[in-house]
């Protein structure tokens, strides 16, 4: 009986062990499949491992998780917003299987089961998502290594399992008497859960000292200073933040951390090492940083460059908010380019949207720092893109001088468009191109064949650029190609003999005055004469760079009275005029215009409209046809005024065709004035009729 009492009982012995067996096994068997949890944030780039499954949480649909091409993501994608992009999930999450590849030359993007992925030119590393089922025979990582201290847990749950090692060895007198943990995973993320270190005495047994270890309560910790393997360090300095690292979680002290999503966290995400900067910065100031250092010298300008710009940057809704960042990012970079200043080029903004508002003008600001961190603050209005309201409202407002407008420097107004606009610009822009004001226009994702019957006003960019040529426009294919025009658009800006649109009916003319000073005249006319040469000379803008004048006194002899680089300003070419003396004598007009040319339009600028105002009382004793055929083939605009006995003839084989445009007649001298505005408004319709290639 006991026999057969013991057989049982080592029977009942036995199958207890074999089912403990069993379920440690089991227990064993799910440890190995543990999948970590990820969040909707995390991009792909951030973690190490080639390949991995792993488990994304609901709601990575938001539009804050970007998602970078098609199939195959770049991977400084959002893991599992692409996930859902290509179905492998949908919105409340699951577990996915990533693959790493080679970077792609382009990233397409498309609409996907509610994502829209964007475009990127290039990028160093792409993945791929699966379902997330292992293959067979590989083993993948219960731990995600990440390449930075972002704050993602790599395990789901609440807090890292982390293994520790300890000993019971004494340690040496330099040591702190501490044991410093070593964890088996290759990750400084979340350290918020990691456990307090445990002095441990040299005489309690190595069991009991384990026990001790493993069932010490975690502290919610951060450290006195700064993570080293934050982004905020240098990648050359990665082999010495590891070594710090371990040598400041010796001393954690308890204490608040903001979640892993806080905007706090996400803007340190961004950072980057600033070098100069300590390795170990407590955030306090040291004793040097607190001596005053000299103030940077700012920057006068480039003179090679003096220009008054006016951007009219796109506003409207659909360029969507990212590509607004890279337009002002774009405007920054060109502002660092042009190094702006009081002798160099000055900058202002206008956005345009539905209606066109000033940013800012020329005279806000005079430096190309204080006008980046202007830029950074300008808001996106929203509305249509009503280009040609904006151009109306450059021509109208902001070229003014309470605005900053030097006068001697050139207007620019540089136009960026995403699409197309949606209003007409041809009438805005010939009116802002005849007010002296160079128009680019910069065109990003324009309109392909398809949607060029959508846009409103077609060829829109020739019609409103102060030439066709392509000088004054700029295709942009991607908006993530923009910034490579900085540097073509500021070596055109600042080439200001290549700006014609400076230059005006009013600005940009050699007129030579070529006066009849014979005896017929007589000396009170000779006074009206010269009087209606300087109501004609008042008119224009005279300068060494802009419009010149010049006059030649004839009879018989012709005499300079000045030349066309005698004076340079209004008043002193009218001055001069008052200074000419009557000569008297006989009419050799043909002469007089050999003599013009000789004297005064050979010695033309090449950039300047010759026109030549020839005043005469008489018939010529000489002929006029040879010499004013010859002009003209030069390249001189012919005007001619005849006064009582000058014969008709002679007057339209001077003037230039069609002679009832140049040609005119009065029958007393007092009547000259009346032809002033109509003479002026001859020469401004025939240079604003010029071919604008």
Known sequence: ??????????????????????????????????????????????IINPEFIAKCPPGCQDVRYRVYGTDIYAAFSSVCGAAIHSGTIDKSGGKILVQKVAGQSGYKGSYSNGIRSLSLPRWKESFIVSEGKPKKGVQYPSTLEYSSSKSTPVKGGSSLRKEYRTTA?????????TTIPSPTIMTTAFVSTTPKPTTIPTTIPTTIATKIATTAKPLLAMHKVRDIGSSNVHPAYSSVAAVASSIQRQEPVATFRKSASSPANLAMETDMWKPGSSLFDTGFSSKEDLIPKPLEPVSQGNPNCKVDLSF??????????????????????????????????????????????????????????DLKNAINKIQQKGGL????????????????????????????????????????????????RESGINIFFITIEGPDENEKQNVVEPNFVDKAVCRTNGYYSISVPSWFSLHKT????????????RLVCSKTCLNSADIGFVIDGSSSVGTGNFRTILQFVANISKEFEIS?????????????????????????????????????????????TGAAINYAFEQLFSKSKANKRKIMILI????????????????HQNGVIAYSIGIAWAAQDELEAIATDPDKEHSFFVDEFDSLYRFVPRIIQNICTEFNSQPRN
């Open 616 to 631: 005469t009382d008489g018939r010529s004793y000489d002929d006029v046809r040879g010499p004013a055929t010859a002009a």
């Open 169 to 177: 060895a004494p340690l040496p007198a330099t040591q702190v008497a």
């Open 312 to 369: 009219l940057i796109d506003g409207s809704w659909s360029i969507g908010k990212r590509r607004f960042q890279i337009q002002k990012q774009f405007l920054k970079d060109v502002a660092e380019a042009l190094d702006v200043g009081i002798s160099g080029p000055l900058m202002g903004i206008i956005q345009y949207g539905d209606d066109p508002s000033t940013e800012f003008n020329l005279k806000t600001y005079s430096n190309s720092k």
């Open 385 to 432: 893109s009503n280009v040609g309201s904006a151009l109306s409202f450059v021509n109208k407002n902001f070229f003014e001088d309470s605005n900053g407008n030097r006068g001697g420097a050139p207007n620019v107004a540089i136009v960026m468009v995403d699409g197309w606009p949606t209003d007409k610009v041809e009438e805005a822009s010939r009116l802002a």
């Open 1 to 46: 009986m006991k026999a057969t009492t013991a057989i049982v009982v080592v029977f009942v012995l036995l199958l207890i062990c074999t089912y403990a067996t069993s379920e440690a096994a089991k227990k064993n068997k799910k440890s190995k499949v543990y999948v970590p949890q990820i969040h909707c944030d995390v991009k792909a780039a951030k």
């Open 544 to 588: 060494d760079t802009d419009t010149r004048v010049g006059a030649v006194q004839y009879t018989y002899e012709q005499k300079l009275e000045f030349s066309f680089d005698k004076h340079s300003s209004k008043q002193d070419v009218l001055n001069a005029i008052k200074r000419i003396n009557y000569w008297s004598g006989g009419t050799s």
């Open 486 to 497: 900085v540097q073509p658009l500021v070596k055109r800006v600042c080439d200001s003999d």
